[in-house]
Nanobody, 125 residues
């Protein structure tokens, strides 16, 4: 069974930080890539960050809007991916989703085969 469970969302003031977690089932995690997306009200779901790994090599991917502020990481022992979000802005407010098992471009929602239910992040000004 494939399962992705996000946690760590909440309400934070602008300039603050949050760390999101995505606990994955072994099957989801074993495909060697995890992604983070977000969706604000009335907007399409957009790519935020991704991480892929093969052996000792790990690659990181970020949307331009979060580069230098967000950091994606993983813990193989826990089958968990993280999204550390610093210097948060009101425009970062959205539901954040993690995704697994990509079959194409990491930047496209259509490429990811498994999704979590999301966690709300609200940044107040």
């Amino acid at each position: 069974q494939v399962q992705l469970v996000e946690s760590g969302g909440g309400l934070v003031q602008a300039g603050g930080s949050l760390r999101l977690s995505c606990a994955a089932s072994r099957r989801a995690y074993s495909n060697g890539a995890m992604g983070w997306f977000r969706q604000a009200p009335g907007q399409e779901r957009e790519f935020v960050a991704g991480i892929s790994w093969s052996g000792v090599r790990t690659s990181y991917y970020y949307a331009d809007s979060v580069k230098g502020r967000f950091t994606v990481s993983r813990d193989n022992a826990k089958n968990t991916a993280y999204l550390q979000m610093n210097s948060l802005k009101p425009e970062d407010t959205a539901v954040y989703y993690c995704a697994a098992d990509p079959s194409g471009s990491y930047y496209s929602t259509a490429s990811w085969n498994y999704w979590g239910l999301g966690t709300q992040v609200t940044v107040s000004s």
